[in-house]
């Protein structure tokens, strides 16, 4: 029996940019995700994959959540080290998985080569909660804009959430320009998130977006013929008092 799965809720919680690697001394986005768990302390495993399993950014997780009182682990594909033998267990008896940033292609080549990616979205029915930044949101969704590798660029991603995504969505960005560029060539409408943004998906609906600094937004992105409709999302900033875990509704779209 697999212990330690709190909901039935399939939760996906996608970072545009943020975190314990991005936001140094500011853990609202960490600490969103982690009251979600309703936990007392809560099992973690970081998926570094990403970053080629970085020596560097796992120190840096395991500094940032053994500060949270959780009980921590790291799964390591690109090395040989010791770590869990039953890999679908270990993941299965998460409170929250969080998935690093770093190059989407990769993450999602070693995933398959490894079978990461069909456990992972049996965690996700099974209520295990889901969130990364940068390429750990592009992986959920059905379709994503990489700038990784160079010049913005399509790709497949898992296809847990329906949707586009594209992270670091700062005005006059290349990614942004790529993105409407791409939705006019036929991507699937979807969200973006600008750095300090989170986008909280309970099932396939967007439930809210929270943010760890006043100015980040998370955006809707549709076409109208050749025309892109970007509309922004009314945001919850975690700063300010009263800001909880959200419940599962939509949230309301308003324009930009």
């Known amino acids: 029996t697999i212990e330690y799965v709190k909901t039935a809720n399939r939760q996906i919680v996608a970072f545009g940019g943020g975190g314990f690697s991005m936001e140094s001394g500011n853990p609202l986005l960490d600490d969103y995700v982690l009251g979600l768990t309703d936990a007392e302390r809560p099992r973690v495993c970081f998926l570094p994959s990403a970053s080629g399993d970085a020596d560097h950014y796992i120190v840096r997780f395991y500094r940032a959540f053994s500060a949270h009182r959780c009980e921590a682990s790291h799964i390591s594909l690109f090395r040989r080290e010791q770590g869990p033998s039953d ?14 940033g770093g190059s989407v292609v990769s993450l999602l ?21 889901l969130c990364g930044l940068s390429a750990g949101s592009l992986c959920w969704f059905a379709e994503a804009v990489t700038g990784f590798h160079g010049a913005p660029k399509r790709l497949e991603g898992l296809g847990l959430l329906p949707f586009s995504n594209c ?3 700062e005005r006059k960005s290349d990614r942004r320009e790529s993105y409407h560029r791409f939705l006019r060539e036929g991507m699937r409408p979807g969200y973006a998130a600008e750095d300090g943004a989170a986008l909280h998906f309970i099932g396939e609906e967007l439930s809210r977006v929270v943010a760890s600094r006043p100015e980040a937004r998370g955006y809707r992105l549709d076409v109208s013929g050749q025309r892109v409709v970007e509309m922004r999302i009314a945001t919850n900033y975690l700063g300010e008092r009263g800001v909880v875990p959200a419940p599962p509704t939509p949230e309301a779209l308003s324009p930009a």
Do not use: P, T
């Open 87 to 100: 890999i679908r267990r270990h993941l299965l008896s998460q409170d929250l998985i969080y998935v690093g």
């Open 109 to 129: 080549g070693v995933w398959k080569a490894h079978g990461i990616d069909e456990i992972l979205r049996e965690c996700w029915e099974a209520g295990v909660i």
């Open 167 to 169: 992270v670091h969505y």
